[in-house]
């Protein structure tokens, strides 16, 4: 699915890890994602959040979405700060599931919390 996805892929998004259930995505902060504070903008730390919610939760097959999602920054990223979201499914029901994502710099700091809700395409294909 990565592979398709060119806004993550555009920002250099790699995929580290994927089973079922669960995927780990890196990216590094470049001086283009810098806000007006000096600080990594919160929208691409989202982005790498959602990232890896949308690779844990298209483990299954069918065509999944998110439903919704809310992120808790907890600290700061910087320019040359390389993120790591680590996503897990926390439940999965009919065609729902919640999955909770922690994202960390490389010293192991936490920077946000996200949690997104998933839907499985009626269909399962991603057609109208």
Do not use: W
């Not at 600080?39 to 979405?65: K, R």
């Not at 907890?74 to 994202?103: K, M, Q």
Request: glycine share 14%.
């Amino acid at each position: 699915m990565l592979a398709s996805d060119t806004a993550s892929t555009a920002l250099g998004i790699e995929l580290l890890d994927l089973a079922e259930g669960r995927a780990v995505c890196r990216m590094a902060v470049t001086g283009q994602m810098v806000n007006g504070h000096g600080l990594c903008h919160g929208g691409y730390v989202f982005l790498l959040a959602d990232t890896a919610f949308a690779c844990a939760c298209n483990t299954y097959g069918p065509v999944t979405v998110a439903a919704g999602a809310e992120i808790t920054f907890v600290a700061p990223a910087r320019a040359g700060d390389v993120l790591t979201a680590e996503a897990g499914e926390r439940t999965r029901y009919g065609r729902s599931g919640i999955y909770d994502i922690t994202v960390r710099a490389a010293d192991g700091r936490v920077v946000a919390e996200f949690r997104g809700r998933s839907r499985e395409l009626k269909n399962g294909t991603g057609s109208p």
